[in-house]
């Protein structure tokens, strides 16, 4: 670290401050406050105005104002609640202040005659204007009081630390700046200048002090550049971590491999089908990529259906031609099962050997597979997140394929790059379902971007229908009727606990109660809690349709792939999340025939469940369902569990500030071309601890 860090204000502990004693030092570090910078940047979540006295006759309703004048009444009234009401007369207007809770010593204070000054929100009430138990202090004892000179900032807090004492602190902090000792500002003037934003010091001191007269609602609104300056110097140390990241992953090269003419016109004639516009487009990003020589770290996104699989299988076939191992991994277990079904048909008839490997795989079978994929007989491999464990060694991984719905944290990328052989295997991740176009451009930062914007040709859009339980028989004689008519339906059960044998029993329960409801039917079960075998026979039977109702947990949620079902019901919806229930629903409406989804949900509702089935009922986009669920749940519930610590960021917020990412990406670049030496600097400030990927 340069030696002006270490001497630097910001990170000086705050115990350097004066009336800071280990019980304080506890509670400000549970805020994650040890140093002074961490104090400079715990921003004031709003302001008061106390720098000027409003005249009553200028009053807005619902604003917050200093006002001063003389009480011209004093009356407990009884009304439905009794309260002190005190009219206030300046040399403008009239106004009430009302007090349902008093003293009587209060009371006998507030004398017609009196002058005060109160500070409090202007409310229409019974007698026009009121403040309802303002702050106020008698202006004759304090005769001639000044105003603040300074909005008066409101901090975030936490139990037992009063804003007065938030400012006595920010007080002593203020004054060290403002004599100059001197906080790193990281960020070069020439860099500052592009997007007219203060240095640091400046825009600390605005925001800790905004003088009288600054613009409140501009400071709301997140749009002073004061704000703005902080907000992107955070989000551009993310990014910068993020592409140092990536650096990280291109250093050794990686394999050039061209497209594979051949393979690749022997897999498209087999198919029944020609591909998309939207997957040729993509699969040609992917093949520039590959044969580049530099790792390919790639992203693609594509709604529910929209044949990411067909684009992964055709970016194989470029490595196996070129006699290089794949590896294919996804989250699930009967998920990576179908790929391998998939992949196999389509790949065995070219002379590709195939593997497959699942933490359920032990004993012989674990070894024979470990050997074969070794010694390089497995060319394309498959499974779950077995494949990237330490025992599992390669002999020439070209190319690993992550179909990963959010569970695969950019760490996990790391250990996969440590499976190549003096280079970086190529990495293709495909996500479950669409990421909100501003959390891809943070979280996703390190890697290139493909969409798969264009689903495949005669599909019907799925009507989403919510029905209550209560009418549970009616949606069961509707199946009845369905599967008479030789459709297929899914019936799917969830349960809040994340237990998968917990979730089993109740299908079991539900598939009981379905059989003795509709004996003509003919039902399937399937659940987490099965043999990888007994798994694969019932989804065989299901495709080939021998099952018509197939009840399950749901672990069919991700890729499974029937076109012949049609109908699909969700038990309980409201205890799943918006992108969950999207990925189910993508299971039917795959076929030519109308497809109907049935939410079974248990009212009452809660506001985010009411507000998730209104999202499904409004939309099958992907990308629009994507968005709508980052309102309602945040960026860290979005990206999953393992990446929350990603988003945690202590000054932007991805929801408002997300417009600036375009302008992140532009400014990282210049960074890294006109301050290198910042980069790591700014990335330990503001990841610190936290950084995230190992090494940063
Ligand atoms: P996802 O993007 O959700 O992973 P899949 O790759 O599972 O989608 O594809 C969904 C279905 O669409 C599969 O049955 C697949 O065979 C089929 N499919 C893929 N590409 C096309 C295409 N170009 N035309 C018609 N069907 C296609
Ligand atoms: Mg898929």
Redesign the pocket.
């Known amino acids: 670290m340069p030696a002006i860090l270490e001497h630097s204000l910001g990170l000086a502990p705050v115990t350097e401050l004066k009336n800071i004693g280990d019980k304080f030092a506890e509670k400000l570090a549970k805020l994650g406050i040890q140093h002074i910078q961490d104090l400079l940047f715990h921003l004031p979540l709003r302001y008061q105005d106390r720098t000027r006295i409003t005249p009553i006759g200028a009053l807005h309703p619902n604003s917050d104002a200093v006002i001063e004048g003389e009480i011209r009444l004093a009356d407990v009234v009884f009304g439905k609640r009794r309260s002190l009401a005190v009219r206030l007369q300046d040399g403008t207007g009239t106004v009430t202040l009302r007090f349902y809770h008093f003293t009587a010593a209060q009371k006998n204070n507030l004398k017609i005659g009196t002058r005060i000054r109160c500070y409090g929100e202007a409310r229409r009430g019974k007698s026009g204007l009121e403040f309802y138990h303002p702050e106020y202090k008698f202006v004759d004892d304090l005769s001639a009081a000044p105003t603040e000179e300074t909005l008066t900032p409101i901090y975030p807090s936490t139990e037992g630390l009063t804003q007065a004492r938030w400012r006595q602190l920010m007080d002593q902090v203020i004054h060290h700046l403002k004599r100059g000792r001197a906080i790193d500002d990281l960020i070069p003037a020439e860099l500052l200048t592009p997007f007219s934003l203060p240095d640091l010091r400046q825009a600390l001191l605005y925001l800790h002090r905004p003088p009288a007269g600054a613009d409140l609602f501009e400071l709301e609104a997140r749009q002073h550049p004061a704000q703005k300056r902080l907000i992107m110097e955070e989000l551009l140390a993310h990014h910068l971590s993020l592409l140092k990241m990536r650096a990280e992953m291109q250093i050794d090269p990686a394999p050039k491999l061209p497209t594979a003419n051949q393979l690749r016109d022997k897999l498209l004639s087999q198919?029944?089908?020609?591909?998309?516009g939207a997957?040729l487009k993509v699969e040609s990003e992917i093949q520039t990529d590959l044969a580049s020589g530099v790792p390919m770290l790639r992203l693609v996104q594509?709604?529910?259906?929209?044949?990411?699989?067909?684009?992964?299988a055709l970016s194989a076939l470029s490595a196996l031609e070129q006699g290089f191992q794949v590896a294919l991994m996804a989250p699930t277990e009967i998920l990576a099962e179908q790929h391998f079904i998939?992949f196999k048909t389509w790949f065995e008839p070219l002379g590709i050997s195939l593997a497959w490997l699942a933490g359920k795989v032990k004993g012989k079978a674990r070894e024979a597979t470990l050997n074969a994929i070794a010694n390089g007989e497995a060319k394309m491999v498959i499974g779950t997140h077995a494949l990237f464990q330490k025992d599992v060694e390669f002999s020439n991984l070209g190319l690993a394929i992550i179909?990963e719905q959010h569970r695969f944290g950019v760490h996990q990328r790391l250990s996969l790059k440590e499976k190549g052989k003096g280079f970086s295997p190529h990495q293709l991740i495909?996500t479950?379902t669409p990421i909100p176009r501003t959390l891809a451009m943070s979280a996703y930062a390190d890697l290139d971007t493909s969409i798969?914007d264009e689903l495949?040709?005669?599909r019907t859009p799925v009507n989403t229908v919510a029905i209550d339980q209560q009418r549970r028989e009616q949606i069961m004689s509707r199946i009845q009727a369905a599967c008479t008519d030789g459709k297929q339906a899914y019936w799917v059960c969830t349960l809040i606990e994340e237990s998968e044998s917990l979730e089993a029993q109740a299908a079991e329960v539900t598939a009981q109660e379905l059989q003795t409801r509709l004996p003509d039917v003919k039902i399937g079960l399937v659940h987490g809690r099965l043999k990888p075998q007994e798994k694969a026979d019932i989804m065989t039977a299901f495709k080939q349709g021998d099952i018509d109702l197939l009840v399950a947990t749901t672990v069919i949620e991700v890729?499974v792939?029937v076109?012949n079902a049609s109908l699909m019901i969700i038990e309980n919806p409201e205890r799943l999340g918006l992108s969950q229930l999207h990925q189910l629903r993508?299971r039917v409406g795959?076929g030519t025939a109308e497809s109907h989804c049935v939410l079974l949900y248990q009212s009452p509702l809660g506001q985010q469940g009411k507000q998730r089935i209104q999202a499904m009922r409004d939309t099958t986009d992907g990308f629009k369902i994507a968005e709508i669920d980052l309102e309602i749940r945040g960026p860290g519930e979005v990206l999953g569990t393992r990446q929350t610590g990603l988003m945690q960021m202590r000054i932007a917020d991805l929801q408002h500030d997300g417009y600036l990412l375009n302008d992140i990406k532009q400014w990282a670049h210049m960074c890294q071309q006109q301050a290198p030496s910042v980069v790591d600097p700014l990335v330990q400030r503001w990841l610190g601890e936290n950084v995230r990927y190992g090494q940063v």
Not at 271 to 276: E, H, I, R
């Open positions: 198919l029944p089908f020609s591909p998309t997957q594509g709604d529910v259906g929209s044949g990411k699989t067909l684009v992964a998939n179909d495909m479950a798969i495949p040709p005669g890729g792939d076109p993508g795959r």
